[in-house]
């Protein structure tokens, strides 16, 4: 196996923490009617809360990416670098739109924040609204799965078929 150029700290770092919170963030709802009253409320909660680290550490990732992150060379040429690239911006752009559907989900819903008291609504009793608002935030969550999915399996056929050491990239320097 030849030797894979690796990415630099902060930018593997911000890859494997927006890869957990996402995970995180999609299971909580998996498991959320599991839990009542303030229960439900604190774990609510805490999806909430880990969205809002999560818009920071998007924000931070972006910054980082586009003026001092560490670029490679694409790992193939033709229609695999092109799905590479689709897939990256896909990833990017679901992530946003999963958050600013959140956040605007969070502004209808009002939700009680960790028994603190609940957050003014912008749309109070427009419960078509946040349903609305709701459904496309869950199904983007689920779209991010689903392409994130493609992403490890093509990294894993390129470790393991190819044998090119692309893994590599996002491990090393950790």
């Given at each position: 196996?030849?030797?894979?150029?690796?990415?630099?700290?902060?930018?593997?770092?911000?890859?494997?923490?927006?890869?957990?919170?996402?995970?995180?963030m999609w299971l909580i709802p998996q498991f959320i009617d599991d839990f009542t009253g303030n229960s439900r409320i604190y774990v609510?909660?805490?999806?909430?809360?880990?969205?809002l680290v999560l818009l920071a550490v998007v924000a931070a990732r972006l910054v980082w990416r586009t003026t001092s992150g560490k670029?490679?060379?694409?790992?193939?040429?033709?229609?695999?670098?092109?799905?590479?690239?689709?897939?990256?911006?896909?990833?990017?752009?679901?992530?946003?739109?999963?958050?600013?559907?959140?956040?605007?989900?969070?502004?209808?819903?009002?939700?009680?924040?960790?028994?603190?008291?609940?957050?003014?609504?912008?749309?109070?009793?427009?419960?078509?609204?946040?349903?609305?608002?709701?459904?496309?935030?869950?199904?983007?969550?689920?779209?991010?799965?689903?392409?994130?999915?493609?992403?490890?399996?093509?990294?894993?056929?390129?470790?393991?078929?190819?044998?090119?050491?692309?893994?590599?990239?996002?491990?090393?320097?950790?």
């Open positions: 196996m030849s030797e894979a150029p690796h990415y630099d700290r902060r930018t593997i770092l911000f890859h494997w923490l927006t890869a957990g919170l996402i995970a995180i609510r909660s805490s999806h909430i809360l880990l969205g670029t490679l060379p694409p790992a193939d040429d033709g229609w695999m670098d092109t799905a590479a690239k689709a897939t990256h911006h896909g990833l990017y752009a679901l992530t946003i739109a999963v958050l600013l559907l959140g956040v605007l989900f969070e502004a209808i819903r009002a939700d009680n924040i960790l028994t603190l008291g609940r957050l003014p609504s912008i749309a109070p009793g427009n419960k078509d609204l946040r349903n609305t608002v709701g459904d496309l935030h869950a199904l983007a969550a689920n779209a991010i799965l689903i392409l994130a999915g493609l992403h490890a399996a093509a990294a894993l056929f390129h470790q393991f078929v190819m044998k090119d050491n692309l893994l590599r990239r996002m491990w090393r320097g950790v």
